[in-house]
């Protein structure tokens, strides 16, 4: 049996109880500053974790809750202050060292092989292996090792057909398994559900009590913070904001403490007005993934003019697939797409003629080319077109004039409209692209997760800008996995899970409990049926 | 047209087939599990066909040289290390491309065989000896058939070797890795383009061995015309096999028994479309790769670094 495997000692397994004798060590980081360049990460900011407790990093996108982390684990070495455990000054130069310390980070993105099985991915994250593995032998530790903790998962099973619950536990037990007694969770909630996470989130919040781990959890959620911690820290701009324990701070300090005296709000302004003609109509749309599976079974909705019809679900659940279709990036294998009662194919001239436009996810990737100039992502859409080309010839002054006028309509922060794209800050290239879709006649308008990763004040401008397109009578599809992006902007609420519309609500009757339930695929109605 | 195979009829045919099949899959095996161990640590070698080339001159020429063909075998074998050495240390670099480097070593290791194996055209190199697995039987096609060497038989028992070195070993474990999450490997302290390197070396070992049997069993003698793309078609092979290496043992038999085709229609007299069956190896790859793509899928199969370094 591995060392880790015996640091849990079982005391009732029908009570899963694990306690150890020692509480692991507390671990603090004293007056941290990072600076990257002229920017300031982190200015003197100091945590503490007790032991055996769950502490929360709260902060918005860029308050410098990775970077704190990452200077514990040794990603990054800080320009001044100490990371302490157990009254020792530790410095570790990389993750593996920290891990060696104990300190163990579940990561966002799944640092899990996908094509191996449970086991292998446990097994081969060990420091040392025998030259020979007795797999019948490895399967019975661990076993053995997950009966020690209140998580289990199939052993036999490969990696990816988990689903994304299942694999934030395996993540947990992988480092439970390395022997970390301090796990630090990023963001779990923003791959689970909510009844996953709470699940996940409460498992551990009791083997913290029960003294076997201390837990580092970022988020920016409240309901997290006041469900699951006993501390929280909160941390704006790279400053510390404020720290104490869940009991005396409420939702409303806290939401001070984040956003500080201005409080910009993302609420947006939102004109009544009935919704016109239908102008996209899915009709038993079905598609399949990379690998060949079914992926959207029978998806069925329309989108009106002047509404907003916002799709709700936990990632991977066929939202991208969806997108990639629409947007002429994946192929159906079946069903149709109309747009104003044509048949659409997303091919260029189609998305010209309808004026339909799109905003996907991870903008750099899917909506511009990096190394061109913002000039010329900005033109990538009419740059073929009077006034911007001749018998063929690109009319460059024509494109950057434009584009300058667009960069200061829109607010683009970039040096020049010759800039590289790719230089520019993620709020950045999202307004770019905004600028470029919402330019002209936009009868419809796709939209991923359009303010996945943004600031504050980027997120309520981009927001108020769909909410324009959609006052000035677009039709608008808003797949987002941020549910409190989708109730602020959506007129209609569509909940999809397992590649199908498993619920359609009006935001006048949405319910948020609701919504989450069939996000998390216990509805109380059957699966639509086309 | 001889007696025996009149006595036999059309079940020459078959015969002949399987008799191609034991002989003419030997390189194909080396080559496809060689590459097999290079894909499997997310890298692709296409200059395997240069390093078959170059194994089949160097194990011709030390053969000639030392009078013992199982020193040829060795040196062949070290050629190809070096070859897939040198690939997994220039692939290793930032910002190089291996299909790029392999086509260049294709190019590469067969102009240098050619160079340097000019003075070996003439001299005739003692040969690897066969083993009479007929010696059951009187009919000589059966037993010209299962005459095979004894290199058949190591590929035989390291495919499945491989298969469970791939499963149960650390090594194994720590290629697999490797090919399937780079970033992931790294994380664990693996140093991928360390790994990557070794397995290219390993496959070139294993492609150079290939190429010994060219030139020192079947055919058995050394000329510019001594591989026609065999190297080639077993990487399309192991796409094929899906990067199984008991499947490329099954693969390579059955290209090998397509390549004995049209000799085998010619020996009952049927010579019609004599080339057209000559080419049954390549149709078959093109039928093959053909039916085993997909335009909007991918195979869960395939060690995923491969679809990621595209």
Request: glycine share 10%; aromatic share 6%; with cysteine.
């Amino acid at each position: 049996m591995t060392a880790a495997a015996l640091a849990y000692e079982s005391l009732d397994p029908n009570q899963s109880g694990f306690r150890r004798r020692d509480v692991p060590p507390e671990l603090a980081a004293l007056n941290i500053t990072k600076r990257f360049g002229s920017l300031t990460a982190l200015e003197d900011v100091s945590f503490r974790l007790r032991p055996g407790s769950v502490h929360a990093l709260l902060g918005e996108n860029g308050a410098g809750k990775s970077t704190l982390v990452k200077c514990i684990l040794g990603y990054y070495r800080a320009d001044s202050g100490e990371v302490q455990l157990g009254g020792r000054t530790i410095t570790p130069k990389s993750p593996r060292e920290a891990r060696r310390h104990g300190i163990g980070m579940v990561f966002q993105h799944f640092t899990l092989v996908e094509n191996m099985t449970v086991a292998e991915n446990l097994v081969l994250a060990r420091a040392e292996l025998p030259a020979r593995i007795d797999w019948a032998k490895q399967h019975r530790e661990i076993e053995a090792f997950m009966d020690t903790t209140p998580f289990r998962v199939p052993v036999h099973k490969p990696v990816r057909k988990l689903a994304a619950g299942e694999k934030q536990k395996l993540e947990i037990i992988k480092q439970l398994y390395l022997g970390s007694r301090i796990v630090i969770l990023d963001e779990p909630s923003s791959v689970l559900t909510p009844d996953e996470a709470d699940e996940v989130l409460g498992l551990l919040r009791e083997m913290a009590h029960a003294g076997a781990v201390s837990v580092v959890l970022i988020t920016h959620k409240f309901r997290e913070v006041q469900q699951f911690a006993d501390d929280v820290t909160v941390l704006r701009r790279g400053t510390l904001a404020g720290t104490g324990t869940t009991a005396e701070l409420d939702a409303q300090r806290l939401a001070e403490m984040m956003v500080g005296a201005e409080l910009p709000s993302t609420a947006v302004a939102r004109v009544e007005r009935a919704a016109g003609d239908t102008l996209l109509e899915v009709e038993n749309l079905r598609a399949n993934d990379d690998l060949g599976a079914p992926i959207l079974r029978d998806v069925s909705f329309s989108v009106r003019a002047g509404e907003i019809v916002g799709i709700a679900g936990v990632s991977g659940n066929g939202q991208d697939e969806l997108v990639e279709v629409l947007a002429g990036q994946r192929a159906a294998s079946g069903g149709s797409v109309r747009v104003r009662g044509c048949e659409y194919r997303a091919s260029r001239a189609e998305l010209h003629t309808h004026g339909v436009r799109l905003l996907p996810e991870a903008p750099l990737a899917n909506a511009c080319i990096a190394e061109m100039s913002v000039a010329e992502n900005i033109g990538l859409r009419s740059f073929d077109r009077a006034p911007f080309s001749w018998l063929g010839f690109l009319k460059k002054g024509a494109i950057r004039k434009r584009a300058r006028s667009l960069v200061r309509e829109f607010k683009v922060r970039t040096p020049s409209v010759d800039t590289p794209i790719g230089a520019l800050s993620g709020g950045n290239v999202q307004r770019a692209v905004l600028s470029r879709e919402l330019t002209g006649n936009v009868t419809l308008l796709i939209a991923a997760n359009p303010c996945f990763g943004l600031d504050f004040a980027a997120t309520s401008d981009i927001r108020q800008r769909i909410l324009n397109a959609r006052n000035e009578g677009a039709a608008v599809l808003l797949v987002s996995a941020d549910l409190e992006e989708i109730f602020a902007l959506s007129d209609r609420i569509l909940v999809m899970s397992e590649g199908r519309i498993v619920h359609a609500v009006d935001i006048a009757e949405a319910n948020l409990a609701e919504i989450g339930r069939h996000m998390a695929g216990h509805g109380s109605d059957p699966p639509s049926a086309p | 047209m001889s007696a025996e195979a009149e006595a036999l009829g059309t079940w020459g045919v078959p015969l002949a087939v399987l008799g191609g099949a034991l002989r003419v899959s030997t390189p194909f095996l080396f080559v496809s599990l060689g590459e097999c161990i290079t894909e499997r640590s997310g890298r692709v070698n296409l200059g395997l066909e240069g390093t078959l080339v170059m194994g089949a001159m160097a194990g011709y020429g030390i053969s000639y040289l030392t009078g013992s063909p199982w020193l040829g075998v060795l040196a062949a074998g070290a050629a190809g290390a070096v070859l897939g050495a040198a690939h997994g240390y220039l692939c290793g670099r930032p910002r190089v491309n291996d299909i790029a480097v392999g086509i260049a070593f294709m190019l590469f290791g067969t102009g240098l065989a050619f160079f340097l194996g000019k003075p070996l055209v003439q001299p005739s190199a003692p040969r690897l000896p066969a083993i009479d697995l007929g010696f059951f039987t009187d009919v000589p096609q059966l037993k010209a058939a299962l005459s095979v060497n004894a290199l058949f038989l190591v590929g035989i028992v390291l495919a499945p070797l491989l298969r469970w070195m791939l499963k149960n070993t650390r090594w194994g474990l720590m290629v697999r890795t490797v090919g399937e999450n780079a970033d992931a490997a790294r994380a664990m302290g693996y140093d991928v383009n360390r790994v990557r390197l070794l397995a290219t070396a390993a496959g070139g070992v294993l492609a150079g061995i290939g190429g010994s049997f060219l030139s020192l069993f079947y055919p058995g003698s050394w000329n510019e015309g001594l591989s026609s793309g065999q190297g080639l078609m077993a990487v399309a092979l192991v796409i094929f096999a899906r990067w199984d290496p008991v499947r490329c043992l099954w693969a390579s038999l059955l290209f090998g028994g397509a390549g004995a085709l049209g000799p085998a229609l010619q020996s009952v007299g049927i010579t019609q479309g004599y080339y057209l069956f000559n080419a049954a190896p390549y149709a078959l790859t093109l039928l093959i790769m053909v039916v085993s793509s997909s335009a909007t899928r991918n195979s869960a199969d395939m060690p995923a670094e491969l679809v990621r370094s595209r």
